[in-house]
C-alpha cells in the first residue's frame, strides 16, 4: 500500500494550492481518504475526509467553506483544494486511507503517505 502525497509549497496567505494523494496497492474505491495537518509543536488533526461508498465529504471547521476534497477513482488519486489561506493552515500535510475509517480522527486510518509541506506566509 502506497500513498503519495504532493502539491505543497510556500504562498502568501489569502493564496491557493491543491494538493494530490496518490494511492496504489489497495482497491482504492473500497477505502475512505482523509487528509490531516500537522503542525510544529501540535497534534496531528484531520482536515477533510471523503468516503469510498457515497463520496460523502466532511471538514474541519477551520476550514470549512475554504478546502474541498475530491476523488478521482480512474486516477486512484484525492485532492484538496486549499483556497483563501492563512498562516495558520502552515503544516504538514498527510492523506491517510482506511477501510470503514470515514471521519476526521486520525487514529482510525490504516494507511499514511509521507506528507508533504504547506507553509503560508502571511
Known amino acids: 500500500v502506497q500513498l503519495q502525497a504532493s502539491g505543497g509549497g510556500l504562498v502568501q496567505a489569502g493564496g491557493s494550492l491543491k494538493l494530490s494523494c496518490a494511492a496504489s496497492?489497495?482497491?482504492?474505491?473500497?477505502?475512505?481518504i482523509g487528509w490531516f495537518r500537522q503542525a510544529p509543536g501540535k497534534e496531528r488533526e484531520g482536515v477533510s475526509c471523503?468516503?469510498?461508498?457515497?463520496?460523502?465529504?466532511d471538514y474541519a471547521a477551520s476550514v470549512k467553506g475554504r478546502f474541498t476534497i475530491s476523488s478521482d477513482n480512474a486516477k486512484k488519486t484525492v485532492y484538496l483544494q486549499m483556497n483563501s489561506l492563512k498562516s495558520e493552515d502552515t503544516g504538514v500535510y498527510y492523506c491517510?486511507?482506511?477501510?470503514?475509517?470515514?471521519?476526521?480522527?486520525?487514529?482510525?486510518?490504516?494507511?499514511w503517505g509521507q506528507g508533504t509541506q504547506v507553509t503560508v506566509s502571511s
Open positions: 491517510a486511507a482506511g477501510f470503514g475509517s470515514y471521519g476526521l480522527g486520525p487514529t482510525t486510518y490504516d494507511y
Open positions: 471523503i468516503s469510498s461508498l457515497e463520496n460523502s465529504t
Open positions: 496497492g489497495f482497491i482504492f474505491e473500497d477505502y475512505d
